[in-house]
Every structure is written in C-alpha cells, then in structure tokens.
C-alpha cells in the first residue's frame, strides 16, 4: 500500500511539474505580457482570446505556442525575447516600427528562427548568450551602431543577416561557428582590415560590399563565396582579398 502511494504522488508531483514549465495559460500570460505596450496590436490580442486563436499565432497539438509570424503588421514598441512563451521556436517580427534595442537574452531555449529586420532598433545587440540551437538571426536594415560582437555567437547559427545597419569598427571573424552558412555584413560602416583566414569550411556566402575595409587580408575559402564591391579583389592562387589601401585614418 505504501509502495503504491508513493508511486501515484510521484506521478501526480510529475504532471505538476511539467504542466508548471508551460500550459496553455502560461503561455496566454506570457504573450500578454509580451506585447503589452505595443501600438498596432491585433484586436485577438487580449486576456479574453485563447492564445491559439490569438491571429498569426501557431500552437501545438497540446495546445502549446511555438510560432509567432507577425511581420509587417503595423507593430510599435520593443522587443524583450526574455518574455515569449517557454516553446516559441520562430518569432517573425520583420518590417514593423519596433525601436530601442531589442532585448535578446532571455529567449527561449527552443527558438531556432528570429526576424527583426526592417525595424527602427537602435544601440549594439548583444549577441552573446542567445540559445545554442538559434540557426537563423536576421537584424539587417535597422539603425544598429557600434561594433557588434560575433565570438560568442550560438553552436547552431547556419544564417546571420547583420547588413544595413551603421555597424563600425573591424568586425571578428575567427570565432565564428563552425557550421555557419551565411554571414552578411554588407551597407554598414565597418573599418579596417578584417581576418578571413579562419573562416568557417562550409561557408556559403560572405557579404562584404559597401563598407569602408582596408588593405589585404588572406583567405581560407573561395574567392566565389565572398562578395565585395568594385573597390576590392579576390585572388584565388593568392588567396588573398585586397580592399583600398589603409590610411592612417582607417587604422
């Protein structure tokens, strides 16, 4: 008799806990503190409409959210990623009128694709501590400054879309993750001479074009992968990149 009362409040402790890391009314609360205090807010999006029939929501077969596909909707306000429901996995926000700088520690565990393109963001994102299994980060044609730092990105990143920003300074490219696709860097401010002899072997592409680098750089990858403007030249029996010559201003 003991043995079987120990075995059912070891299950019933069991659901408790695992409805206590995300319900559907977890999540409700979740999105609701979310948004709140954005402009342009669907009329769904309130206390009184289920979270999964709140618009442009996904949710799983248990009921859990996991998509949020609200581009081009109109959205003011700013993004805090540290209060999306726990099972979010895909945040689509690109093309809205977010502004500030968008809050990316904190986001779930599970996310594999965030889109903040096409904002108003502001300031440098930090872009250390964000979720190991993160494959795509898209934060091009905002307002971003400042030189954002890319030694601690995510194990999992395979896309990072950072162009038409005013980024500066010489951006770090030695640490990148191993199985990075895609990197675009292009229409920012970026100076000086960058490293390009530790790239990742499997990269794709690399957007360089219209930015303000100097002098030469050798290169651990095909000169077809990376893109540069009429300013510089890639030279595959030299492996080398050359950009304009580095004034003493450019150093």
């Given at each position: 008799m003991m043995i079987?009362?120990?075995?059912?409040?070891?299950?019933?402790?069991?659901i408790t806990l695992a409805e206590s890391i995300s319900t559907p009314m977890d999540d409700l609360n979740a999105l609701v503190l979310f948004?709140?205090?954005w402009g342009g807010k669907d009329p769904t999006w309130t206390k009184q409409t289920p979270a999964c029939q709140w618009a442009k929501v996904k949710c799983s077969s248990k009921g859990t959210v996991f998509e949020l596909d609200w581009g081009g909707h109109g959205l003011t306000g700013t993004f805090n990623g540290s209060r999306l429901p726990l099972g979010v996995?895909?945040?689509?926000?690109?093309?809205?009128?977010?502004?500030?700088?968008?809050?990316?520690?904190?986001?779930?565990?599970?996310?594999?694709?965030?889109d903040l393109n096409s904002n108003q963001f502001t300031g440098t994102p930090i872009l250390s501590n964000l979720p190991a299994g993160l494959q795509t980060?898209?934060?091009?044609?905002?307002h971003f400054s400042g030189t954002p730092i890319l030694t601690s990105?995510?194990?999992?990143?395979?896309?990072?879309a950072l162009s038409g920003n005013a980024f500066s300074g010489t951006p770090i490219l030695t640490?990148?993750?191993?199985?990075?696709?895609?990197?675009?860097?292009?229409?920012?401010?970026?100076?000086?001479?960058?490293?390009?002899?530790?790239?990742?072997?499997?990269?794709?592409?690399?957007?360089?074009?219209?930015n303000s680098f100097c002098?030469?750089?050798?290169l651990n990858i095909q000169c077809a992968i990376v893109y540069l403007d009429a300013t510089a030249k890639c030279n595959d029996e030299t492996?080398?990149?050359?950009?304009?010559?580095?004034?003493?201003?450019?150093?």
């Open positions: 079987r009362t120990f075995i059912f409040l070891t299950l019933v402790a069991g948004v709140s205090g996995t895909y945040v689509d926000l690109q093309s809205n009128n977010f502004t500030g700088t968008p809050i990316l520690s904190g986001l779930p565990a599970g996310m594999r694709y965030l980060l898209f934060l091009s044609s905002n990105l995510p194990t999992g990143l395979q896309t990072l640490s990148l993750p191993a199985g990075l696709l895609n990197v675009v860097l292009a229409y920012n401010s970026f100076t000086g001479t960058p490293i390009l002899s530790s790239l990742p072997a499997g990269l794709q592409d690399l957007y360089l074009f219209f002098g030469s750089a050798t492996h080398t990149v050359t950009f304009p010559a580095c004034s003493n201003h450019s150093l």
